[in-house]
């Protein structure tokens, strides 16, 4: 005989969690964010919590570091915060990731006129086509009637935290013709493309592109800081669009010191951050060079003093002297020094200790942001690349997992876009804009548009056969 069941035992336990417990168990014991996606897809109500603004604040604040990797025909991003890293394949071809902010990741073709959006966290894309024509004036250059060149000078993309809505920003556009080469504008004026989600429309600029740089291309991806979009062209301009005003603005370095100091830039503290690529020696820092000073007159720009970058090498200093790299080290290190003898060195000691012992003390470094006080470091140890996140709030740092991927860019031709980038991952999309998975995207292909049984799929498969045809 069966036992009687209490009629007040719920059959799922999990389902009669106080939603308030739930809530504390998922925001309070610092899970990492791929454990957190895992949770997502555990039952709705757990989607319902992470995604929700009770978590959202704690949760999706924390930055990530993507690499993006295009080799042999594969297409496929890495995203790493500090337990493991993840590996998305992208189906949308080898197209170069142009811009990036608010968690979305945009790519693009400059031999085509569509951009590709997409969410890491909920593995959804948008496509965005830039219209052939728009208020009589031609957006690209037609060849054969089927391949187009969108000709612009920069991309920038922002995302707004709250509604997730987002504009992309097509800088330096020249304006093109029904045939290749054919100019609308005998004067060869650039002009500015912008998409917004929230009316789902591309629009024309009013204000004209900067004249001084038409005849320049850059491969540096946008920094949004404070309403402003900010570009590094060759380094020596710095471009700016004011997103609420719709205008440019170029600061231009003019000094003649030389050599050049080669800058990178990115958002931290809510500036606009410059600083160069060496990480030792700190001597002659850039910011006592003349040849930065024009771009320094921006109130949102300031000089990376050194200071950042000398309170992390301390720390990475004093921490690869402990790192265990085999036993026969290990029996050297506990020789030399001990934990308490490390702590009690200064900078300049542990320098003499690292040349001493030839440790693989890096060179060079990128530095990645996404606005706050946190911050990554790529190091260029010259045999291996090393990640590390510094954080501003308890001044230490944290060594990521061993590279699952190779992040040398090997080419012949032009210098290839940067393949790393760090943003805020966000579980919220812009509703209502046509938003697919890629499982939607790649699935009219593979059925070879036998399975287009409306005409939104086979537009689908149309517009992801195009994107496959180099």
Known sequence: MEPERDQHQPEDAWESLPIDFLIKILRDHDLPISTLLECRLVRKKWKEVIDGPELRNRIWKNSVIVFHETTHGENTAHFCYRDRWITSKLTFGDNELVATDGGLLCFGDRLDNTFVMYNPVLDEILLLDVPLEIDGKYTVDTIFSTYYILDYKVAGLVVDQYTKNFKLVLGGLRLGGPQFGALQDATDRRRTLIYDSTTGTWSWGIHPFPERIKDTRTRERSVVCNGCLYWFVWDSYL??????????????????ETPRIHLQMAAYERHVCLLGRNWSPLEGEFELRSDVANFLRSPIVRRMDGALIRRVRNVYDRALIRRPWNEEWDERMDEAMDEAVAEAMDEAAIRRFIDQWHLPYPKVFNFYATGGRD???????????????YGADFDSIFFLPRLPFHPW??????????PWCAIIPSPRGSAGQGWITQQE??????????????????????????????
Do not use: Q
């Open 409 to 418: 860019v090997e080419t012949s031709g032009p210098i290839p876009p940067d």
């Open 441 to 470: 995207y790649v699935a009219p292909l593979l059925a070879g548009g036998a399975g287009c049984t409306t005409p939104e799929t086979f537009e689908i498969y149309m517009k992801k056969a195009k994107n496959l045809r180099w």
């Open 239 to 256: 471009l700016i669009f004011d997103l609420e005003e719709g205008t440019w603005n170029t600061l231009v370095e003019e000094s003649k």
């Open 375 to 389: 911050a990554y470091f790529v190091l260029d140890n010259e045999y291996t690349h090393e990640v590390v996140k």
